[in-house]
Each structure stands twice: as C-alpha cells, then as structure tokens.
C-alpha cells in the first residue's frame, strides 16, 4: 500500500498519487448513487439499492480523508492557509448554487428558507459536503495545534462514543437525516482518519511491504465484513457510522494497495483534478434529466442520467479551463 510512492501524477496530488485513484474513484461513485430516484421514492427498486445505494458509501467518507490527509502540513497552520482554503471551496458552490437559483431550475423547498438551505448546502441535498468541509477547514488552526498523540486522542474519543451511542439510546441525539448527514462527529471521523494517516505514513507503508500478502488478505477480509453487514445487517445510525467508516478505510486501502507503484492514466487524473466541480455540477445535469428517464428500466436509466452527470459537469469544467484559465476556473468553478 502506498500514498507516495515516487512516481509522479498529473494531478495536484504530485507526490502522492493514489489520491488521484482515490478521488477519481470516488467521484464516480458519487454519480452512481444519485443516479435516480431516492431511497425513499416509490419508484426506487431493488435494481437502485443493489447498483446504487449500500457498496458506494465509501465516497463521500473518502473525500473528508483525503482532506484530512492533505491538510495535515504536520505543522501550525496560519490563517491565510485556511482561508485559502475556504475560498477554494466556498465560490464554486456560491457559483453553481447562485446559477441554479438564477435560472429556476433549483429544487424547490416550502419548509426552509433559501439562506438557510445555501448556508447548509441544502439547495441540492448532496452538497451537504460543502458545509462538512467548511466546517472541517475552519477547525484547521485547532487541529493543526495538536500532536499525534492528541488528534489519536479525539478520534479515540469519537470512536468511544460511537460504540457507546450504538449501545445505549440515551446517548443518540434524536436528529433528521439531514441532521445526520451535518453531524460534526460523524464527518470528523472520517477526516481525523485521513489526518493520522500522514502522521504515520512511513509506518503504514513500511509495515505493508513486510508483509504485503498478509495485509492485503487482511484488508479484503475486512472489506467483505464490513460490506455484508451493510447489507445484511439492520443497524442503529451509531453502528451504521462505525461500520461504514470501517468499510470506507477498507476500500480506500484496497484502493491504494492495488494502485501502488501504478502512474494514474490521464483520465484518472482529470476525474481527480476535477472532482470537487463534477461533485458540484452533476446533479444539476441529473436533475434536469431525471423526469425524462424516470420510466426507463433501471439499468437504462442510471446509465442515462450517470452520462449526462458526467459529461455536463466534464463540459463545464473543460470549457472554464479554457475560457478562464486554470487560476480563476478553480476558484470559480473548482478545478
């Protein structure tokens, strides 16, 4: 397994290239999952949940680790570092949000106020991302202040109450899943994951290339648990994010022991660089689709909204490179 293993990508992840794998896996898989109808819709079929749903929630656990594990320099970081940040991730979202808005093609809601749903990355549900992050960066000053010893400390801390909330009730807040999916101690674990992963790096390669046919049966061993008991098993939300944090490390392990020594191609590379514009875009070209494709067979239909997914968020990605150059397309638009 190995996140920097010398060989160079094209991507922004230079000296460690199974982020690009990473993300550009990830990416995909978010597109998948909101390729039709929500679980909650009547015309979501076993054909959704088997295709969509319970294998690909490692994605959105993936992007806050590789952030985590990029944000972490291993050294005080200053205020202008995080607001770089911030301005990295906060306009393009105003940007496509305000557009969407401007249009009318928005999802409307009658139960929240428009800044309330902006604020929350609510607009489109599945930008909910966007507010984990902002709220992940400005936690950097204080994270960055912390050992090794400390940051293992609070996740320790993080994992003790989970396994203490699946346990007893009493500790759940009794929370929506919009809620949830907003919830500090659930977003920051997968986050502090990726951020103790670059403390111990060398460690964890060094200790995969001693045994790397033992690790790699440990790792798959821990896939196929994890991933059964997401399907098989009925779990309170508590054990729901224990179990998915587990697979989601699984994979992403698996991902960077398969890809190790590996180039990332030009295609893996373009869907990493320009991941967090796919994120933002996609779902507007699937939502103007969907109520076309909606009586499709599911198969046909997921294809069909996964294509217009990722091509118009490819199509406008491409042409703000081109029209605004790299610098103000990735503040404007992401990548």
Not at 203 to 209: F, G, I, S, T, V
């Amino acid at each position: 397994m190995s996140f920097s293993n010398g060989v160079e990508s094209g991507g922004a992840t230079l000296n460690y290239p199974a982020v690009d794998w990473l993300k550009a896996v990830a990416i995909v898989a978010v597109m998948f999952t909101h390729a039709g109808p929500g679980v909650w819709d009547s015309q979501f079929s076993a054909v959704d949940r088997l295709v969509r749903t319970v294998w690909l929630q490692f994605h959105v656990p993936t992007f806050l680790f590789v952030s985590g594990f990029l944000y972490n320099k291993e050294r005080l970081l200053r205020i202008s570092e995080v607001l770089s940040r911030l301005f990295r991730v906060l306009p393009p979202y105003l940007v496509v949000v305000g557009m969407a808005i401007a249009l009318g093609i928005a999802p409307v809601s009658f139960k929240q106020s428009l800044p309330f749903r902006v604020g929350f990355g609510a607009v489109y549900g599945v930008h909910y991302y966007v507010f984990d992050l902002t709220i992940a960066v400005l936690a950097l000053p204080l994270l960055s202040r912390l050992t090794y010893r400390m940051s293992a400390l609070l996740f320790g801390g993080l994992v003790v109450y989970f396994c203490g909330a699946a346990v007893d009730p009493a500790l759940r807040p009794t929370v929506s899943i919009f809620w949830l999916l907003r919830f500090p101690p659930i977003f920051f674990l997968y986050f502090l994951c990726g951020w103790l992963t670059r403390f111990r790096l060398p460690a964890l390669e060094a200790a995969y290339a001693k045994a790397p046919a033992l690790s790699l049966a440990i790792i798959s061993t821990v896939f196929l648990v994890s991933l059964s008991s997401l399907y098989a098993v009925e779990l309170s939300w508590p054990a729901h994010v224990l179990v998915r944090s587990t697979y989601s490390l699984s994979v992403i392990a698996l991902i960077a022991a398969i890809t190790r020594g590996a180039r990332p191609p030009g295609l893996v590379v373009f869907l990493s660089s320009a991941s967090y514009t796919i994120y933002l875009y996609h779902v507007v070209f699937i939502n103007l689709l969907k109520p076309v494709v909606l009586d499709l067979s599911p198969l046909l239909r997921i294809g069909a909204l996964l294509a217009a997914g990722l091509v118009g968020s490819v199509i406008v990605a491409e042409f703000s490179r081109r029209l605004l150059g790299q610098k103000v397309s990735r503040y404007l638009v992401g990548c």
